[in-house]
């Protein structure tokens, strides 16, 4: 009799707890649908190595000189000695999304004399994200006054880079 | 009950656009990146002093004689030297504390009434930059190798000093 009882008591016990997990799991089932549209990254961008034109010589007439993002720059009525290095970038952002690079039109630098302008920005970054880092480079073209205007001297200034998807 | 459904569901969309079309600009990164350039006047080497071994009596064997960056000479036995020999001397200028080197050309001969002897093995006492005034003035020494028996007379040659920038 004592152990009759005792066994009938286990098995409501075991019934209780059974309907508490069936309800609980169909409420969760309704809400799933909405998560998607949250997942984002936030774009990252930094400078690796600074654009440097290097040294160039005047000539009688006002030349350029471009840089490529990638090779040797090409000089017009200029002289190119060495140092040149396009600028190098990263950006961090979600693989497989667009990668748009947006440059400048034009900017100058500045120095001992007159400021010259750089402008004709390029970049070899892919059109997407191939993966969650991506690195690329700037190139732009120089603008030098004549050997008669143009001080000899160092001279520098600011670009932006602006990635966006 | 039906009202607040459909209130809620326009409530619900807004949020959605408002991530699609704020996301775009949230994340589009933009960072300045530098740019320079150096503009050099032209580098410039001149030959202050001619290199001279001044007079050489060498021994039948002839040999090899080295004038050094100080304007002295050295041999093997046998050779009697007259005169005053001076190394060569050259200025160069170029940018102020700017890295430099020299170097030569090779493959030098010096002609006269006998056969071309051998001038090589420049030696030179360049700075390793140009000062702060952008100059840089060094002197150059050389071996000078005499063919057996060679014959005498006055002989002359040229060589060439490449400042590099």
């Given at each position: 009799?004592?152990?009759?009882?005792?066994?009938?008591?286990?098995?409501?016990?075991?019934?209780?707890?059974?309907?508490?997990?069936?309800?609980?799991?169909?409420?969760?089932?309704?809400?799933?649908?909405?998560?998607?549209?949250?997942?984002?990254?936030?774009?990252?961008?930094?400078?690796?190595?600074?654009?440097?034109?290097?040294?160039?010589?005047?000539?009688?007439?006002a030349?350029?000189?471009?840089?490529?993002?990638?090779?040797?720059?090409?000089?017009?009525?200029?002289?190119?000695?060495?140092?040149?290095?396009?600028?190098?970038w990263?950006?961090t952002g979600?693989?497989?999304?667009?990668?748009?690079?947006?440059?400048?039109?034009?900017?100058?630098?500045?120095?001992?004399?007159?400021?010259?302008?750089?402008?004709?920005?390029s970049?070899?970054?892919?059109?997407?994200?191939?993966?969650?880092?991506?690195?690329?480079?700037?190139?732009?073209?120089?603008?030098?006054?004549?050997?008669?205007?143009?001080?000899?001297?160092?001279?520098?200034g600011?670009?932006?880079?602006?990635?966006?998807? | 009950?039906?009202?607040?459904?459909?209130?809620r569901?326009?409530?619900?969309?807004?949020?959605?656009?408002?991530?699609?079309?704020?996301?775009?600009l949230?994340?589009?990164?933009?960072?300045?990146?530098?740019?320079s350039?150096?503009?050099?006047q032209?580098?410039?080497?001149?030959?202050?002093?001619?290199?001279?071994?001044?007079?050489?009596?060498?021994?039948?064997?002839?040999?090899?004689?080295?004038?050094?960056?100080?304007?002295?000479?050295?041999?093997?036995?046998?050779?009697?030297?007259?005169?005053?020999?001076?190394?060569?001397?050259?200025?160069?200028?170029?940018?102020?504390?700017?890295?430099?080197?020299?170097?030569?050309?090779?493959?030098?001969?010096v002609?006269?009434?006998?056969?071309?002897?051998?001038?090589?093995?420049?030696?030179?006492n360049?700075?390793?930059?140009?000062?702060?005034?952008?100059?840089?003035?060094?002197?150059?020494?050389?071996t000078?190798?005499?063919?057996?028996n060679?014959?005498?007379?006055?002989?002359?040659?040229?060589?060439a000093?490449?400042?590099?920038?």
């Amino acid at each position: 009799m004592i152990t009759k009882m005792q066994s009938r008591s286990l098995a409501l016990a075991a019934a209780t707890i059974a309907v508490g997990l069936g309800s609980q799991q169909a409420l969760a089932t309704s809400q799933t649908g909405t998560a998607k549209a949250a997942i984002v990254a936030a774009i990252v961008v930094t400078e690796n190595t600074q654009m440097n034109f290097g040294f160039v010589i005047p000539g009688a007439s006002a030349g350029t000189l471009v840089l490529p993002p990638t090779g040797a720059p090409t000089a017009t009525n200029v002289t190119y000695l060495n140092g040149s290095v396009a600028g190098a970038w990263n950006a961090t952002g979600t693989s497989g999304q667009p990668l748009v690079v947006t440059l400048d039109a034009s900017d100058t630098i500045t120095g001992p004399g007159p400021a010259m302008t750089i402008d004709t920005f390029s970049t070899d970054a892919p059109a997407t994200f191939t993966s969650g880092s991506v690195n690329f480079h700037v190139g732009a073209t120089l603008h030098v006054g004549t050997a008669a205007t143009q001080t000899a001297g160092n001279y520098s200034g600011t670009y932006t880079v602006t990635v966006n998807y | 009950m039906l009202a607040r459904a459909t209130g809620r569901s326009p409530a619900l969309a807004a949020g959605a656009l408002a991530l699609v079309l704020g996301t775009p600009l949230a994340l589009a990164t933009t960072e300045r990146g530098r740019a320079s350039a150096t503009i050099v006047q032209g580098v410039v080497v001149t030959e202050a002093v001619p290199m001279s071994f001044a007079a050489v009596a060498p021994p039948p064997s002839g040999g090899a004689i080295v004038l050094s960056t100080a304007g002295t000479i050295r041999s093997s036995g046998g050779f009697v030297f007259r005169g005053t020999p001076a190394p060569g001397a050259f200025n160069a200028r170029g940018l102020p504390h700017h890295p430099t080197s020299v170097s030569f050309s090779t493959g030098n001969l010096v002609t006269g009434p006998g056969p071309a002897m051998r001038l090589g093995a420049f030696t030179n006492n360049a700075a390793p930059t140009f000062d702060g005034t952008a100059k840089m003035d060094f002197a150059v020494g050389a071996t000078l190798v005499i063919n057996p028996n060679q014959t005498p007379g006055q002989y002359t040659g040229t060589y060439a000093v490449t400042v590099n920038f």
